[in-house]
């Protein structure tokens, strides 16, 4: 098995700017980090190679969802 990060020492590593842990720890709450993050206790940790996806794909789904159904109930 690969060495664990914490969320800080992986995000200091992968991203440029302040660290702000409850965004991070949103990140790995709501599956954003690919491979997911492991909770023990009460830290998360990754492993180095791990990623962000965003949902970007879902809120264009949601959001053609929405336009559809005002245009339906609009007439």
């Known amino acids: 098995m690969q060495d664990l ?3 800080k020492e992986w995000f200091k590593s992968n991203f440029d700017g302040l660290y702000c842990p409850r965004k991070v720890t949103r990140w790995a709450s709501q599956g954003q980090l690919h491979p997911a993050a492991i909770k023990i206790g009460k830290t998360y940790y990754v492993q180095p190679a791990t990623k ?3 949902p970007k794909k879902l809120n264009n789904v949601q959001a053609k969802i929405s336009r559809e159904l005002e ?3 609009s007439n």
């Open 5 to 7: 990060l914490t969320l």
């Open 52 to 54: 962000r996806e965003t």
């Open 71 to 73: 245009a339906l109930f």
